[in-house]
């Protein structure tokens, strides 16, 4: 398996996080808030792993997105534009997943889904159009 079919194939499974955040959101009734959170940031976590593979970097297994993009950060400055989200969507890998652990709406779980599209398109344009992949 060469390093751009790794890469894709996280991003497939960034994806797959990604559709699930949505229709749990917008399809389930009544709206499943906590796991729409929680996908959103796991779509984020691989689709950054999925770059820092094609860069034929080992990501270290961490749900931490802050480390994650200070990684990506280090092969492309542009990946700065993704620290606020990736600072938002952090929270939502591990605390969102227990009773009273971190309390979300539906303005905050849309908004998580929409940071998590902004990462993984960003991601995905910047895999796509990487000539060393």
Same mark, same amino acid.
């Given at each position: 398996? $060469?390093?751009?079919?790794?890469?894709?194939?996280? /991003?497939?499974? =960034? !994806?797959?996080?990604?559709?699930?955040?949505? *229709?749990?959101?917008?399809?389930?009734?009544?709206?499943?808030?906590?796991?729409?959170?929680?996908?959103?940031?796991?779509?984020?976590?691989?689709?950054?792993?999925?770059?820092?593979?094609?860069?034929?970097?080992?990501?270290?297994? $961490?749900?931490?997105?802050?480390?994650?993009?200070? /990684?990506?950060? =280090? !092969?492309?400055?542009?990946?700065?534009?993704? *620290?606020?989200?990736?600072?938002?969507?952090?929270?939502?890998?591990?605390?969102?997943?227990?009773?009273?652990?971190?309390?979300?709406?539906?303005?905050?779980?849309?908004?998580?889904?929409?940071?998590?599209?902004?990462?993984?398109?960003?991601?995905?344009?910047?895999?796509?159009?990487?000539?060393?992949?």
């Amino acid at each position: 398996m $060469t390093v751009l079919d790794l890469a894709k194939d996280w /991003l497939r499974y =960034a !994806q797959s996080d990604l559709n699930t955040a949505t *229709q749990m959101f917008y399809n389930v009734h009544p709206k499943e808030i906590e796991i729409s959170c929680y996908h959103s940031q796991q779509c984020a976590e691989k689709a950054l792993k999925a770059y820092l593979v094609s860069k034929d970097i080992t990501p270290p297994y $961490t749900h931490d997105l802050f480390e994650l993009n200070t /990684l990506c950060m =280090a !092969q492309e400055a542009s990946f700065s534009s993704l *620290q606020s989200s990736c600072v938002s969507l952090n929270p939502y890998g591990v605390h969102v997943r227990y009773p009273n652990e971190l309390e979300v709406n539906d303005t905050v779980a849309k908004l998580a889904i929409d940071k998590a599209k902004s990462v993984y398109d960003f991601v995905a344009e910047k895999i796509q159009g990487d000539d060393d992949v």
